[in-house]
């Protein structure tokens, strides 16, 4: 079992930047995958990144090329998402996820979540 908290939201200007925290607890997450979600009202959850733990290799949705970037602290068993410029579009709860499979993106891919931090971005 995998336990995750997700943190860093908030309110923020459109054009400034956010960086979303997720803690992982419970087990080692190697080999698991890790992913960052986001859903906003009346949305269906979408992906936005992953990481696989243990090599670091990063995956994007094509719409989230650019100024999204998934990192990975080993020691910390920490995810981060960084987001630059940031859009009233992006207005959005972010989800953290861990997968037991490699190399996937896709919601239903993941096993555990997080419950989600809000980012709210005002134009």
């Known amino acids: 079992q995998v336990q995750l908290v997700e943190s860093g939201g908030g309110l923020v200007q459109a054009g400034g930047s956010l960086r979303l925290s997720c803690v992982a607890s419970?087990?080692?997450?190697?080999?698991?995958?890790m992913g960052w979600f986001r859903q906003a009202p009346g949305k269906e959850r979408e992906s936005v990144a992953a990481?696989?733990?243990?090599?670091?290799?990063?995956y994007y949705a094509d719409s989230m090329r650019g100024r999204f970037t998934i990192s990975r602290d080993n020691a910390k068993n920490t995810v981060y998402l960084q987001i630059d410029s940031l859009k009233p579009e992006d207005t959005a709860v972010y989800y953290c996820?861990?997968?037991?499979?490699?190399?996937?993106?896709?919601?239903?891919?993941?096993?555990?979540w997080g419950k989600g931090t809000l980012v709210t971005v005002s134009s």
């Open positions: 996820a861990a997968s037991r499979l490699i190399g996937v993106t896709a919601p239903h891919q993941f096993n555990f």
């Open positions: 419970g087990r080692t997450l190697n080999p698991y995958s």
């Open positions: 990481i696989t733990w243990s090599s670091g290799t990063r």
